[in-house]
């Protein structure tokens, strides 16, 4: 899941997507040790932030910190990491998803009251982002300025419903899938022993998202604009089915690509560049 918004903070994990950004106060505050925090200037006022969270076989919050350097200058962002991996590997995974928006609701909710924010999340991020912005409107009537949805279905869509659980499969057959989907560095699959440290995480992450349950809104809970991004050849996702979560505009962009089609450098740079064009337009609507 992530948090955009111009002078922004973002959050972010590895197979889920979290990602945040928002305004910056004046004096540096600490955050949790869920949070890489990466500054993108020096500048001294924000007006936005960023949040993201974002899980996959090749990435961490190290990559996602790096788009505090790439987006426009007045952005911060902060990257997430779950218990488990990076310097956290020594923590019991979490095992649902409300440990982990708790978790980032009490690293990040003093900023968010402060300026306005957005989310970001691909795959298992994009549950993560909708979960955290459901209890931050639900809990404290706070939305972001923009949602930011990418490589999933709604949770609560038919087709995601269905899905097969793949975090049960047996080791060998897990591998078959996640070679599959792409984005896997080919050094790292021909590598079994550094791969075996890399399969528990990923399948805790799955048992999250695959067990995650919620039901489809009466009434659309956000009144922001929700973008939806995908791969075209990615398996089908119902991408439409988000547009229950809001009120506000809705749109989908596709992009060249199967699963981690942002990994490629051509497709990152057109995201974050649509990315930071819309934080910018809200950013004068709200100054």
Request: with cysteine; net charge negative; charged share 25%.
């Amino acid at each position: 899941m992530e948090l955009l918004t111009p002078h922004c903070r973002c959050l972010q994990n590895p197979f889920t997507g979290f990602h945040s950004c928002r305004v910056p106060e004046p004096q540096k505050k600490e955050t949790r040790k869920c949070c890489r925090r990466s500054r993108c200037s020096s500048s001294k006022q924000d007006s936005f932030s960023v949040a993201e969270k974002q899980q996959d076989s090749g990435g961490g919050s190290i990559h996602y910190a790096r788009w505090g350097n790439v987006l426009n200058s007045s952005m911060e962002v902060f990257a997430v990491k779950l218990p488990g991996r990076e310097s956290r590997a020594r923590e019991p995974f979490f095992e649902n998803m409300q440990q982990i928006v708790d978790e980032v609701l009490a690293a990040l909710l003093p900023l968010l009251k402060e300026k306005p924010f957005a989310l970001f999340g691909h795959s298992f991020g994009a549950f993560t982002s909708f979960a955290v912005a459901e209890d931050l409107k639900k809990l404290h009537n706070l939305e972001p300025v923009h949602m930011f949805l990418s490589g999933a279905s709604a949770p609560y869509s038919e087709i995601r419903i269905k899905a097969p659980k793949r975090s049960e499969l047996p080791d060998d057959e897990f591998l078959k899938w996640l070679t599959s989907i792409g984005g896997t560095p080919q050094e790292l699959l021909a590598n079994p022993e550094v791969l075996q440290l890399f399969l528990p995480a990923l399948k805790a992450d799955l048992h999250v998202v695959e067990n995650y349950r919620c039901s489809k809104p009466d009434v659309p809970f956000l009144g922001c604009p929700v973008t939806c991004f995908d791969g075209k050849e990615d398996i089908p996702h119902d991408l439409q089915a988000w547009r229950n979560i809001t009120s506000g505009d809705f749109t989908i962009r596709m992009f060249d690509g199967s699963h981690f089609y942002l990994k490629d450098a051509g497709n990152e740079k057109i995201l974050l560049d649509y990315i930071t064009k819309i934080l910018e337009t809200a950013e004068i609507d709200y100054l």
